[in-house]
């Protein structure tokens, strides 16, 4: 079972679904009252235990994380992470800043990190709101690579191509694995008002 700290970042990662996680925060808000409380479809999936498809999907994700870089084993490390980040960001300053599996990671990163510009082409997809992964690391990753072009969606949302369904960046980046060029320049999409169709 998950922790009660992470349900709202998963809940709130797509503004489509704003209205739904509100009502999630309403029947949080009311356990935490001590009041009683049925948990909605969504709250019960967030906050129970993962399936097969989220174990593929954390094991994936922490093997390219923790493969990446190598992370400090010492505790005391993260707990003064901990406490600096409480007073900007009680909820999830210490949620994000605790130990993860990379700290016990058996394996060193194959290679260094890339720390400077590469010529190589290639398309970043990225959210302005994004709640992951912020815009200015998009923005960032794409500086760093000049032959690059960047196609952003204007929304709150953690992935975006296929997923949010957004037709304008959908066509790019399907444009770009069918013919393997680049957009002609950097391209902003608009979110449709009713969600993510663009």
Known sequence: MQQVPPAPATLMSDDRGFAE???????LHEAAQGRPVEPTEALAAVLGPPGADMDDQ?????????????Q??????????????????????????GVTPCAYWPNTPLEAPVLTGDDVPGLTVQSTG???TSYVNGRGLHRKMPNSRLSTLKARVHGVHGSYQNACVDR?????????????????CEKAAGGGEG
């Open 130 to 132: 994004d709640p992951r």
């Open 172 to 188: 790019q980046v399907n444009d770009y694995l069918r013919t393997g060029r680049l957009p002609a320049r950097d391209a902003a």
């Open 58 to 70: 954390i094991s994936l994700q922490l093997a390219l994380i923790c493969g990446d870089s190598t």
């Open 21 to 27: 996680a509100a009502e999630n925060i309403r029947v």
């Open 72 to 97: 400090p084993r010492d505790l005391s490390w993260y707990r003064r992470g901990i406490e600096a980040s409480r007073a900007t960001a009680p909820l999830y300053g210490p949620l994000f800043k």
